[in-house]
């Protein structure tokens, strides 16, 4: 029987998984911060809630992989081509990665999120007041 046929034969080249996934997170990385641009302006701040981050996140990514023809199955699976459903998902990976990423600069390696900049920027220019003790009046 033919290797390529037999589905015993079938493995994860897992440098290749590894390889993909580097290029995830990047991507994920990129497109995070070249949207922070936008969002940390003070004209997303009036459409806050108009849910644009996540679409321009799905918007940018689809161009990205479209334009670089990455599809992770087709990757991952050894495809002949990039298939359009695989692109569409690997786009959504990767919009829906960058709050993994933004949430990783924040927590491990301690990147401020822009509105903790801009909420420690505007109380340091306060005068602080010391609080009473307990118990007096």
């Not at 920027?121 to 005068?127: F, M, N, Q, Y």
């Amino acid at each position: 029987m033919d290797p390529a046929l037999n589905p015993l034969y079938f493995r994860l080249d897992w440098a290749l998984v590894g390889e993909v996934f580097g290029a995830l997170l990047f991507l994920s990385f990129a497109i995070e911060r070249s949207l922070s641009v936008l969002f940390e302006s003070r004209v997303y701040d009036r459409l806050h809630g108009s849910g644009l981050k996540p679409m321009a996140a799905v918007a940018l990514s689809l161009l990205i992989c479209w334009r670089l023809h990455f599809d992770l199955f087709a990757i991952v699976f050894h495809q002949e081509g990039v298939s359009g459903i695989g692109t569409f998902v690997t786009a959504l990976a990767i919009a829906g990665g960058s709050k993994g990423v933004m949430a990783f600069m924040r927590q491990v390696l301690r990147i401020p999120d822009y509105r903790d900049r801009a909420e420690g920027s505007s109380s340091k220019g306060r005068a602080s007041v010391p609080k009473p003790a307990p118990g007096s009046a």
